[in-house]
């Protein structure tokens, strides 16, 4: 198991984007613009983050 941490803030409003990307903007626990939350470093969240990487802010990577 990681325990490596991962900061992710949503920077970008999610109003006109695809349902499927709302979903995984949600998924990694984010409700609001300039919402952060710290996610584990694991290839699942990578990859949630790489998906919709243009309404985010990453630190720790």
Same mark, same amino acid.
């Given at each position: 198991?990681s325990? %490596? %941490?991962?900061?992710?803030?949503?920077? %970008?409003?999610?109003?006109?984007?695809?349902?499927?990307? =709302?979903?995984?903007v =949600?998924?990694l626990?984010?409700r =609001?613009?300039n919402?952060?939350?710290?996610?584990?470093?694991?290839?699942?969240m =990578?990859?949630m983050?790489t998906?919709v990487?243009y309404?985010?802010?990453?630190?720790?990577?």
């Amino acid at each position: 198991m990681s325990d %490596k %941490k991962i900061k992710v803030t949503l920077v %970008k409003s999610v109003i006109g984007t695809k349902q499927d990307h =709302r979903a995984t903007v =949600r998924g990694l626990g984010l409700r =609001r613009l300039n919402h952060s939350v710290e996610v584990s470093d694991t290839p699942r969240m =990578r990859g949630m983050i790489t998906k919709v990487s243009y309404l985010l802010k990453c630190e720790g990577l």
